[in-house]
Every structure is written in C-alpha cells, then in structure tokens.
C-alpha cells in the first residue's frame, strides 16, 4: 500500500524560496501521476500543481505558474515542488498525493493517496 509522506515545509518571508518534498513508501510512485494540492484556512483543498508518469508533462495552477516547478525521481521514490518568489497568499498546508488516472488530473476526486500535510507560511 502506497504511503506519502511530506517535508520542508516553514516559516518563511515573502519573496525567498522553499522546496518540499514528497516521500513515497509501501510500492514505488513509479507509474502514478503525482500531484500537489494545498489547502489555507477557511479555505478548500485546491490543485497546485502535477507531474506525469514520465515526469515530462507538468501542470500548474495559474496561481502559481511561473514561480513553483514540480519534478520527480522515481529512483528515490521522491516528488518535489520547488517554490520561488514565495507570497503571502501562498500560505497553506501543502498535500502530496497520487492518482492512477490518465492525464494531468486536478480534481482531488482523482487522487487515491495523501499524505498528512506540510505548512508553508509566509509572511509579508
């Protein structure tokens, strides 16, 4: 059984930059498409960003488009979501998860697997 497992998350000031990573244990992530997903206070659990099978293909939220860059080794059973030019509103716990479905899908219907969570805050 799949296991995810996230880290790198903290406290951090706007504009620097922060990595989190994804562990994956229990089978590899080889063969599933790996998303990221954060959710803010008082807020729903919404679609950052997600890397296909291959790793080839990405997709991002226009939220974050430009500044974040996910990637995965499939050696290491890692994923990464490697965030720039970090914002206030950036702030949330950020969700690794992992879905079998074809495609890039962003709907979290579509994703089997999460891990606990990592907080990212930053502040202005």
């Known amino acids: 059984q799949l296991q995810l497992v996230e880290s790198g998350g903290g406290l951090v000031q706007a504009g620097v930059s922060l990595r989190v990573s994804c562990a994956a244990s229990?089978?590899?992530?080889?063969?599933?498409?790996m998303g990221w997903f954060r959710q803010a206070p008082g807020k729903e659990r919404e679609f950052v960003s997600a890397?296909?099978?291959?790793?080839?293909?990405?997709d991002y939220a226009d939220s974050v488009k430009g500044r974040f860059a996910i990637s995965r080794d499939d050696a290491r059973n890692m994923v990464y979501l490697q965030m720039n030019s970090l914002r206030p509103e950036d702030t949330a716990v950020y969700y690794c998860?992992?879905?079998?479905?074809?495609?890039?899908?962003?709907?979290?219907?579509?994703?089997?697997?999460w891990g606990q969570g990592t907080q990212v805050t930053v502040s202005s």
């Open positions: 998860a992992a879905s079998a479905r074809f495609g890039l899908p962003r709907h979290i219907n579509e994703y089997y697997t």
């Open positions: 890397v296909s099978r291959s790793g080839v293909s990405t």
């Open positions: 229990g089978r590899t992530s080889t063969g599933l498409v």
